[in-house]
DNA sequence: CATGAATGAGAGTTCATTCAT
DNA sequence: GATGAATGAACTCTCATTCAT
């Protein structure tokens, strides 16, 4: 679609990738065929071939809505007053909930394209994602140090860690299942690496 | 399949477990038809039903074998001599190797298994997989830190860690790609917080 | 489109045939679709509708106007003093230049409309066109014989010769591809016929 | 298909492909679905899939079985004692008869496929069989000159211009129509520029 | 008049699965 | 047991044509 969409075709668009993001979230990727989504979104077949070429498409535009939206909900949560110990709770406690709706998530879809696609390094948004995350827990491990509140010796060692056990317990979720036990066994042992083992109870 | 094979088919049935292997190792699960298992054997299609009925029985089988293998691999490379950590670190290279070869292994086959097949828990292979190797890793350390090679206040927790941190990266092998020098950063990390901070180089 | 049209309509729709001439030149008939021409022309699928129902109607309107001007161009190369040989040559330069085109020509795509409407005769465009041209070369050779320029025993019989091997040329530049030289040839060969075997160059 | 095909592969290949030739008589090429064919031969769709892979294959494959037929019945009907006048005459009328039967010949279909396959000179069989017929005919006037038969200056022009004139006719065949009485005149013509205007009946 | 989103029939193609030999 | 031809359901994608605005 070379030209100018109405606001009726953003909405429409924006129609069809929400309905197809449950699909996505029901089937995984690979499954997901055009007409499943042209079935979902109640349109036609060549409907939706105005707006999308190709299931990849729809994913990866799938993906950036996602993030743009997950990006929100993680600034809007980040309070003046916070301290560090209570953003990486928080931060904890959103992974937590993610990590448990099991069948309510992109996590497989994500996995499966990436599968199908190896895409370059600048291309893998996924990596970028990975790579953003360690950074930010750093920081806040960093922060957490200088106040006090945390004790490391290394702490992007720490920040890597934590993301490692957090994609372990990420695919974990899809292939052996775990339980919240598990989830939050795995993120009191982090924080008691950080010197603050808290109430198990807070996540 | 009832019936008793003749030792003709049970090789027959084994070549082509070990043929399909090599397709699943290219391909993962998903992409890998009837038809693609029948050519790389050079068997006929209807040979081919006469085993197997789905890709799905084929890859279970691909699996059983696999880990009868890996068992095997272990049990041989531990000697009597050997101390906890020695162990420890022969099975962190292990890992490594898999985790860098990427390509050239079942990993995403079976990811891909597992998002298609939700199996029930007592069907779940990866999980007792997974278990089994949380169960050896916990001996492991409580028998490193019993002759002081370690020192660890929660042996079971640094088992599970352990694991969740190799589940991290082998997903992310396969998805954001990881190089050596990540590998050993985590493995490195991983020997610390057990006291034991040797030499990187040695994996 | 029984009502009148505007001067703009009328505008427009020599637009549209217009473009759409270059695009049967391009694609053929078959090939072209009511959606390349509404692209071409940068106007709305519907508007198109507006003018023109079909690329059938189009094309046949294309052609309409194709041989209005052609006989203009025609009638205005034919001067007072010519000879018959003149005419005759600047005929056969006109129609080597033609057949030389290849591409640029609508040739291939009034072959395609022609095979997919097998017109009735009195529908037949073509076909008059063809017995047109006869008709003016036959008067050619005649006024040719009177004045000495030519001998020729059989005119109307050699003017049917010359538009048949014409049309052969033509056929064969869209299949199995003719040089400049093979044209030179056949029309070397036809002056020669007619007892006027001048130097080939002139063509 | 890599592997060799049984006797029945075969045969049932050549059912298609005579059942695709009345296809394609019927219909040209451009027009003709794989379904049409599928349909036509009562197979399965998945079934023609095993034996061709589009409609071009099976269209260069029914051209490759009818050429070698016409070689056939062309060198069939040439016997020992023939003239050369006979043979020309032989010729002349079985592409008259050819010409003649305008819904029941491939021609259209061949025309619509080389005007959609822009083929290189060397795969042009067209060309080829082209070219080789201009030089039997050469070969035939020579003939026919040597033994008295013929009157002619310039065998290969004429042998050129007689090919150009059967192609001018074909193609006006399929477009403009052409009577029995055309057909005749023109072959008449082309007999008495050799000098041997026989009867036009005996065509 | 003009627009362009939407429709749906239909073409191409692939593959798991069956079955006569 | 073994073969491989055959089937047909399911998918992708394209386009003429319509219609509300």
Not at 12 to 27: D, P, S
Not at 140 to 145: F, H, R, S, T, Y
Not at 166 to 177: F, H, R
């Amino acid at each position: 679609m070379g030209y100018d969409m109405g606001e009726k075709s953003v909405q429409k668009k924006k129609f069809i990738l929400e309905t197809a993001r449950k699909v996505f979230m029901e089937k995984g990727f690979k499954k997901v065929t055009m007409k499943d989504i042209v079935d979902a979104c109640d349109i036609s077949r060549g409907g939706l071939y105005l707006y999308f070429e190709s299931t990849s498409q729809i994913f990866l535009e799938v993906m950036k809505l996602e993030s743009e939206e997950a990006d929100d909900v993680f600034s809007d949560s980040i309070t003046e007053d916070a301290t560090a110990a209570d953003i990486l709770i928080l931060f904890l406690r959103e992974q937590k909930k993610e990590l448990l709706r099991k069948n309510d998530t992109l996590t497989q879809a994500i996995y499966e394209f990436y599968f199908q696609n190896k895409l370059s390094k600048k291309d893998n948004i996924l990596k970028k994602q990975f790579d953003a995350a360690v950074k930010i827990i750093e920081k806040l491990i960093e922060a957490g140090v200088a106040s006090g509140e945390f004790y490391c010796e290394d702490c992007m060692g720490t920040a890597r860690n934590i993301m490692f056990v957090l994609e372990g317990l990420k695919i974990s979720a899809q292939t052996i299942g775990i339980t919240a036990e598990t989830v939050d066994r795995e993120m009191f042992y982090i924080l008691k690496s950080l010197g603050t083992a808290e109430e198990k109870a807070e996540l």
